[in-house]
């Protein structure tokens, strides 16, 4: 069973920064991409950002890119998110997940590619 632990959610006011973490366990997770997702209230999950399994290509929503950075440490089987110039439309929680194919050339982008989840990390940006 894989488990996935979110962390480093906050209350931070806009133009702020916070960086997320996601710890791992399981399985051999620095095998698989890693995504994050979010979910704002009354709206559904949307993807923010994903990383191939040896961390070499990584890829953003339009809402994000330039803002956050999704990066991973596979000797810890963690994987961040670095969010900085936040704003209120940022709000959600924000979830990990842990892409479905071993060592796959593909990062998926979609809920679909993506087998376990976090329980997520509230992020509320202030106006």
């Known amino acids: 069973q894989v488990q996935l632990v979110e962390s480093g959610g906050g209350l931070v006011q806009a133009g702020g920064s916070l960086r997320l973490s996601c710890a791992a366990s399981?399985?051999?997770?620095?095998?698989?991409?890693m995504g994050w997702f979010r979910q704002a209230p009354g709206k559904e999950r949307e993807f923010v950002a994903a990383?191939?399994?040896?961390?070499?290509?990584?890829y953003y929503s339009d809402s994000v890119k330039g803002r956050f950075t999704i990066s991973r440490d596979n000797a810890k089987n963690t994987v961040y998110l670095q969010m900085n110039s936040l704003k209120p439309e940022d709000t959600a929680v924000y979830y990990c997940?842990?892409?479905?194919?071993?060592?796959?050339?593909?990062?998926?982008?979609?809920?679909?590619?993506?087998?376990?989840w976090g329980q997520g990390t509230q992020v509320t940006v202030s106006s």
């Open positions: 997940a842990s892409g479905s194919d071993w060592r796959s050339a593909v990062v998926p982008q979609t809920k679909g590619g993506y087998d376990y």
């Open positions: 399981g399985r051999t997770s620095s095998r698989y991409a």
């Open positions: 990383i191939s399994w040896g961390g070499g290509r990584s």
